[in-house]
């Protein structure tokens, strides 16, 4: 059975501090991705990575980085987080794509308050 | 760059009655892939159905059918039979096959809240 998990389900947080989200797959998938999720906003790519140490920003980067070190875990790193950080924080992986489409795997979303 | 719209916030459908989600796309690529995720209220999401735009026939998947229409961009979702499981939120998502840029982004809408009525 595919699975990606995502080491917390709510996470609370104070402004300025530095906070670490974590997801791991299982599936041997070199693609992994990080959702940001907001009612009315659908999803929204941070950044992408399809192989180890490489990343490419998504379409709202600022504000996050990320790490990849091995293949089966990809963090995102809020290096100040920000009130306006508030949100659902969806991980997801895939195969690697070679003309071909292969289906995203999600987490089950980390939500974070930041107070 | 690509777009996805889904104009209903929320839905609502009478157990065992068809419900049908829209959603509408914009991009000036031939070649993409089409897709209908739910999430749950447990939140994992979870892929429903999927569309290549070459093909001209409609995908199903049980009681989940989509009508495609190309020249339209258009991307419905119909739910047929509905059951109290399927209450969650639904999302369109779009992938360009031939992006170079994109690799294996997904451009998703806002999202439709469906709810099941018993």
């Known amino acids: 059975d595919v699975k990606v998990t995502q080491s917390s389900r709510y996470l609370v947080k104070r402004t300025g501090e530095k906070v670490f989200l974590e997801c791991v797959q299982d599936?041997?998938?070199?693609?992994m991705f990080w959702y940001r999720q907001d009612p009315g906003l659908g999803l929204r790519l941070i950044y992408f990575?399809?192989?180890?140490?490489?990343?490419e920003k998504g379409d709202i980067p600022e504000g996050y980085s990320v790490s990849r070190e091995k293949k089966e875990r990809f963090s995102l790193i809020l290096e100040s987080a920000s009130t306006n950080q508030t949100s659902m924080y969806l991980c997801?992986?895939?195969?690697?794509?070679?003309?071909?489409?292969?289906?995203?795997?999600f987490g089950p979303g980390t939500r974070l308050t930041v107070t | 760059a690509q777009t996805v719209t889904q104009s209903q916030p929320e839905m609502s459908v009478q157990e065992a009655e068809t419900v049908t989600l829209s959603c509408t796309y914009d991009?000036?690529?031939?070649?993409?892939?089409l897709f209908w995720y739910k999430q749950p209220p447990s939140r994992q999401m979870i892929l429903v159905i999927r569309?290549?735009?070459?093909?001209?026939q409609n995908a199903t998947e049980n009681r989940f059918s989509v009508n495609f229409q190309k020249a339209a961009k258009s991307f419905s979702l119909k739910i047929s039979d509905s059951q109290l499981g399927d209450a969650a939120m639904y999302f369109c998502?779009?992938?360009?096959?031939?992006?170079?840029?994109?690799?294996?982004?997904?451009?998703f809408g806002e999202g439709t809240q469906l709810t099941v009525n018993p």
């Open positions: 997801a992986s895939s195969l690697l794509t070679s003309g071909r489409i292969y289906e995203q795997y």
């Open positions: 599936m041997d998938h070199e693609n």
């Open positions: 990575s399809y192989d180890v140490k490489m990343k």
């Open positions: 991009t000036s690529e031939s070649d993409y892939y």
């Open positions: 569309q290549e735009a070459y093909k001209q």
């Open positions: 998502a779009y992938w360009n096959a031939w992006s170079k840029t994109s690799g294996s982004r997904l451009t």
